[in-house]
Structures are given as C-alpha cells and as structure tokens.
C-alpha cells in the first residue's frame, strides 16, 4: 500500500472514531444546555418527578397539550363507568424501558399503587382498587365518582417505572423510565445528563444528550445565557430580557402561565384575621406599577387567583381594584387602628408590623417584596421582608409561625386546577401553598364536592362562588399573574414553551 493510501486509510480511522465518541460523549457540540432554578434532591417521582418529565426520562399515562387539554401518554384511550366508578385505560402496546423490557400492565399498577401510598394527587383519590383487565387494560374501581382522575394520572408523581424498580418498602433503586432520553449522569442537586434512548415509542430525539443545570443566582443564569454556556435557560429576571433580546446570540421568548404571584397570608395572625384588614393591604398595593417596573409585563396585574383561560375559575366581570389608600385607611380605621407620631398604625399599643418571607429561586420575587415594604409604608404599615428557602414557608405554615409570604404559585401544575385548589383550599387550616387559617366552610365543603360533579353548570356555579370569597375574603392576595422570560440560543432549533411545565420537548430539538 503506497503511504498516500496509508495516510488516507489512516484519516478515515480517526475520522470514524471521533464520529463514535461524538456519539458517546457529551460535548458542547452534542448537548442541549438546560438552565433552570430549582435543584432536585431524589430520584422518587413523588419528589423530585417534575424535573424527570420535563427532562423526558419518565413519563405518565395522560399528556397535557398547551391548551390544557388531557392527551394520550402511555394510555391510548379511557372511559367511565355510567356511575363514574370504574375506569378503563387502554394501555399504549411496545413501549420499552430504559432497561430494555417491555411495559406491562403489572409495571403500570405497580407505579400506581406506590403513587397512592405517597405524597401527590393520587394519594387522597378515591380508589378501591387497581387491577388488570380481561383484555390486557388497566382498571380502575372508585368508592364515589372522581372527575379529575385523568389529571391526577398526567401528575409527575405518577409516573411509569419497571415494578422492580421499587423495593418492599416502596423505595426506588433506579430510575429507569420510558422516555426519549434516559439517565447518564445524576449529580444531585445540581446537575442531571440525559442520554437519548433509540427504542422510544414516539419520536426519536436526534440530539445525543441534554443536560439541566440548577442556578440560583439570577445573574448568573443571565450570564450563561449571554455567553452561550446554556442554550435554554428559564425563568429569566425580567430586568435582564431585554438587554440580553440585543445579543444576536440568544432568543428571547414570552409565555403565559397559569401562575399566579401572591401574598400568602395567616387569616388567624392577630392583625391580619379581619378581612377589613386584609382588603386594605390589598388596596395599599400599586399593581400596574410592579407590573410594569418589576416583571416588565404591563399587563399582568391581577387581583383574581386564576387567569381567564380557566373561564370557570375567572370573574369576567370583576371590577378592577386600583391602589386606594383613602380606602385603605378608612377600612384599618373601622377596626381600631390609628397612626402615631411615627406614622405607624397602632392598635391597643401594638404597632401594625408584620413579617414576610419569600426565596431568592425566583429573583423578581425579592423585587416585589421590597416594592410592598415600600408601598406598605405610606399605608403605616411597618413590614419587614426577609430572603429564605422556599422550604420555610410551608415550615411556617405548619408551626404556626408564618405572617405572610410572597409566593409564585402554579395553578396549572395538576392540569385541571380543582385538585390543586381542593390542597390549598379545601380545609380551614388550608395548604403549604395556599390559604392559613381562612374559615368558610361552605365555600370550603363544596368546592371539594366538584370532584363528583358532571353538571357542568352547577360545577362553573360553584366555581365562581369560590373566585367571588377568594376576591372578598382574601385568604390570599393576587398581585400579578406570570409570563415565563426564556431565552433559547440561536443554535437550537424547534424549541417549545409548555405553559403547564411539564415537557422541555427535547426530542423535538435539533442542533444548527
């Protein structure tokens, strides 16, 4: 063989091995670069699953598209029972695990039934039983009809694993999903790669691997998506979009969720347990101009919970409530309080000071806290702000100790929100996320009663009655309702946003 021959012989041998590492390897060539805010500690579905869905490594029976409509997953099809106490699901045929082994109706009651002994919306579901069909379908038996319990099945914490994925006492050994992407590197808290898995059942992701890095500093998420270390990264500051919409190197994209930022508030906390007084913290609140100043969306103010596309949910004719301090003053005045010398409201000696908490995981949050402080003051209110982890909130609702808390909390986390509302509403000692302490028991006794309800009139009935003590009674104050700031790098190709943040779609992705 002449050495020209030898050399390109030689050529196409490194040529074809670095085509195979290429492959093997995750590099910045190969890798869609994820950034987000939130860290994951398990890899239990019912702890840290959201980040597995949205990864594509686990995935659940029912899909949710961006319409918020409930889509096939794993389970083709289901239907009821005329008396809505037995389900069918007709189970999707050749899906494969990360394994290698083929899903079986054994696999799915298994991840079911762990689903229900722990924490998520399974666990307060109605069931008696799940079982297999004659036909090789999943069967659901119910003590009362459940309406909800396809969105309980689109929930993280339900996800399918291999029923030897779990130990007796329902621990997890490994993470074996049925995604487009499987497991590759698992370094908790921080950083999660994922390799693409060629026996998916759906479409095939074509690029090699995807890595999620959790970044708590807002800057420092701004600045990886300047420089091109992330290729999508959420949850922007808001401030910092349009400066980084001038780079020619990132994408700036605005989405619309069915998140809402509010002031979580005790109702049985001594100053705040009269809903003069907390219809006039409401008042005191200049929502257009955090909106406008802090999120950089002037249209997100908002004093109702649930935005209009959940129509059942929305009071389309609510009037608007703008900032009004004489109001404000006049309602803190029916029930005893008056400014002294430092103006400061004081009641029985005691002056108006309140504490709020809130986590630095979402930077404009810190910012709308400062702006209440400030806007509190005029009212004579003396509040004081203090930055922690978000853990301590529902801590502080649990000990009692909580007074407020600033809280950006998603309604479209479990697609159809009754489930969610019925956790953070549905009893006076209210949710880790929602109401503390608010007594209506009528309001409260009905809206967990929706489950069983299929009269869409009575059902949207009862639903607005909900909105209407919400905007009254304030268990909890809305302030603005959420756009999602997400900057994508211009290399990446096919990016979409789901507003119920379950699916980074990466399979859909491609790499210029």
Known sequence: MSFKKMHAAFASLIIF????????????????????????????????????????????????NADGNLTAGLATSWTTSDDGLTWSINLRPDVVFHNGQKMTVKDVISSLKVAKRKQGPLKSAPIDSILAGDQGE??????????????ALAHYSTSILPAKSYSF???????????????YEFKPPHKLVV????????????????????????????????????????????????????????????????????????????????VQARQALSLAIERKGISMAVLRTPD??????????????????????????????????????????????????????????????????????????????????????DITNSSAIPAGHQDGTLNLALIARNYGFIVDPLLTLIKDFGQESGGDWGSMNWHNPQIQVALKGLVNENNPDRYRATAQAFAEAVATELPVIPIASYTQQTSVNKRIEGFRFDPFERNFYLNKITIK
Do not use: C
């Not at 038996?141 to 969105?151: D, E, I, M, N, W």
């Not at 006492?169 to 497991?183: A, C, F, N, R, S």
């Open 195 to 274: 390799e693409k898995f060629d026996q998916y059942w759906g479409q095939v992701a074509s690029v090699p691997f995807a890595s999620y890095l959790t970044g708590h500093r807002a800057e420092a998420r701004v600045l990886q998506a300047r420089s091109g270390q992330a290729d999508i990264v959420f949850g922007l500051d808001p401030a910092a979009a349009p400066m980084l919409a001038r780079s020619n190197r990132v994408e700036i994209i605005q989405s619309k969720l069915p998140r809402t930022l509010v002031l979580k508030v005790n109702a049985a906390h001594p100053f705040l347990k009269e």
């Open 300 to 385: 997100s103010a908002t004093t109702q919970l649930l935005p209009s596309s959940m129509s059942n949910w929305f009071i389309p004719n609510a009037p608007k409530v703008d900032k009004d301090l004489d109001q404000a003053r006049a309602l803190l005045k029916e029930i005893g309080w008056e400014e002294n010398s430092d103006g400061i409201l004081q009641r029985d000696g005691q002056p108006f000071a309140l504490h709020l908490i809130t986590y630095a995981d979402r930077p404009e949050l810190t910012t709308v806290a400062t702006a209440l402080q400030a806007q509190w003051k005029k009212l004579g209110v003396d509040l004081k702000v």
């Open 17 to 64: 091995f670095a085509s195979n590492m290429y492959a093997d390897t995750p590099t910045s060539s190969n890798t869609i670069k994820v950034n987000a805010a939130f860290e994951f500690n398990s890899i239990d579905p019912s702890v840290s699953g959201y980040l597995y869905t949205r990864m594509q490594v686990l995935e659940t029976l029912v899909d949710v």
């Open 138 to 151: 999943l069967v659901i038996s119910l003590t009362k009809p459940y309406k909800v319990l396809p969105a």
């Open 169 to 183: 006492d329902d621990k997890l050994t490994e993470l074996v999903g049925t995604g487009p992407y499987k497991m």
